[in-house]
């Protein structure tokens, strides 16, 4: 029996087994916290405490700069030591709150909702909202601007991206067997803004047992479905997903609730739960720690602003010096050159490899062969878009969909020559929106 899917695709190997099995273990901050303001899309969030103040955990340190950005919470007890820029994953440098922790984690009293229920979808959105609720699969858009459609009322699917189809990653793997009340209580909670939507949790049919667990879980509410998918990348990208489970197609000039759904990943819904039944803001998160280069690979959950150093020593350090170290999955993550950089909401996962098997291929002339054209989830030309933009012919580029591009990255997975199609298609997507933008 076939599961739902989406057109295209690639089977990379998946690197799951090195966690997988791994149960989440709380890691406590020992060295300073470092929160960067802009750890969201959107405007950076504004500082509310000055060098030299006393924090708690759960005090907001920095208030949204506008409608859509996020606020940040201090996830631990300490005194703030600098405002001032700090690198980050990326590279950028960024102003950054730095907190001294005093170990002692002493919080601020939270504001629980006994009867989540009894909520109006404004008192929920606020709640999402002053939590600094944001997309933490890695996107980064906050929740509480998604999650206010323009139409409400026309939204039909509210799908939990429980795909987790980036090679290597368990956290979300590991959110569901263990923390599956919360899942679908935060599901149920967004339920509640969208009067005819069902739940949908999209899974992978590599995660049977989280397929199981779950529709156990949800068989009596007629709202909450299990949606079993096909293993294969990308399945959770945003516009497959939503293929996969409804038939509906987005391009980049729509948003989901276009077409009637709202995407939001499993640490968010969890986020979303902590919010408004907790009155927990954001400040800790699970990511998996894990690749060939690692002693013990596992699923930690631990304070953001913990630098990834931290992380790496809570997994035991390193076995063997790794050649490469991707903030991410193998596929869509982005290479990192040092480890004493914060980690923030979005951090889903660090992979540290004995091997950089990207940098040591040697690419070659297109052999036309036609495999990027068949595995393109957006039906595009990666081999003629990676040569435009090799050109530096961006008008050709855009009539030939180039903006469509989703940077999955599977053409250069599947391009027998090494090229690095996905590279070159992303290098002229930047150029040519940050061109628009300046228009
Ligand atoms: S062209 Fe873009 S969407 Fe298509 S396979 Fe390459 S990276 Fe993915
Ligand atoms: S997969 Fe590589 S070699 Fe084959 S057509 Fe595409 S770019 Fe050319």
Not at 284 to 304: C, H, M, W
Not at 357 to 381: D, F
Not at 430 to 437: E, S
Request: glycine share 10%; charged share 25%; net charge neutral.
């Amino acid at each position: 029996m076939g599961f739902k899917t989406f057109k295209g695709g690639v089977h990379p190997y998946e690197g799951k087994e090195l966690a997988k099995d791994q149960p989440i273990v709380e890691v406590l901050p020992k060295g300073n916290l470092v929160y960067p303001l802009s750890q969201h899309i959107g405007a950076p969030a504004s500082p509310v405490v000055a060098v030299g103040d006393r924090v708690l955990k759960g005090q907001k340190i920095a208030e949204a700069g506008g409608f859509v950005s996020a606020p940040i919470h201090s996830s631990v007890s300490g005194t703030v030591k600098a405002i001032e820029p700090r690198r980050v994953a990326v590279g950028d440098m960024v102003t950054s709150i730095v907190i001294e922790s005093d170990g002692a984690f002493e919080e601020v009293s939270y504001a629980s909702c006994e009867d989540t229920a009894s909520l109006t979808k404004e008192e929920i959105i606020g709640k999402v909202k002053e939590a600094g609720v944001v997309g933490m699969g890695g996107a980064g858009f906050p929740t509480h601007v998604k999650l206010s459609p323009k139409e409400p009322e026309n939204i039909e699917y509210v799908i939990a991206n429980c795909a987790e189809c980036e090679p290597y990653l368990t956290a979300d793997y590991r959110r569901m067997l263990e923390n599956p009340e919360e899942l679908i209580a935060g599901m149920k909670i967004i339920l509640q803004l969208f009067g005819k939507a069902k739940g949908v949790f999209g899974i992978e049919n590599n995660k049977p047992d989280c397929i199981e667990k779950l529709q156990e879980m949800v068989k009596d509410d007629p709202r909450l479905m299990v949606c079993p998918l096909e293993t294969k990348y990308p399945q959770g990208g945003e516009r497959q997903l939503i293929y996969a489970v409804t038939g509906r197609s987005i391009n980049s000039k729509m948003l989901p609730a276009d077409v009637g759904c709202i995407v939001d990943n499993v640490e968010t819904i969890i986020a979303v739960y902590n919010a408004v039944k907790l009155g927990k803001p954001v400040m800790q998160r699970v990511s998996t720690i894990t690749g060939d280069a690692v002693e013990k690979p596992g699923n930690f959950l631990y304070s953001v602003g913990t630098s990834y150093a931290e992380l790496v020593e809570a997994a035991g350090g390193f076995k063997s010096q790794p050649q490469k170290i991707i903030s991410g999955g193998p596929m869509m993550g982005f290479s990192m050159f040092g480890l004493d950089v914060p980690t923030t909401k979005t951090a889903s996962s660090l992979l540290c490899l004995t091997e950089d098997e990207v940098a040591a291929m040697e690419p070659t002339a297109c052999i036309n062969c036609g495999r990027c054209v068949e595995i393109c989830p957006e039906q595009l030309v990666p081999s003629k878009l990676a040569k435009f933009s090799d050109h530096g012919i961006s008008e050709t580029f855009e009539k030939w969909y180039g903006l469509e591009c989703i940077e999955c990255g599977s053409c250069s997975y599947i391009c027998p020559a090494k090229r690095q199609l996905a590279q070159s298609i992303k290098t002229m997507k930047k150029q040519i929106l940050a061109a628009k933008r300046k228009k």
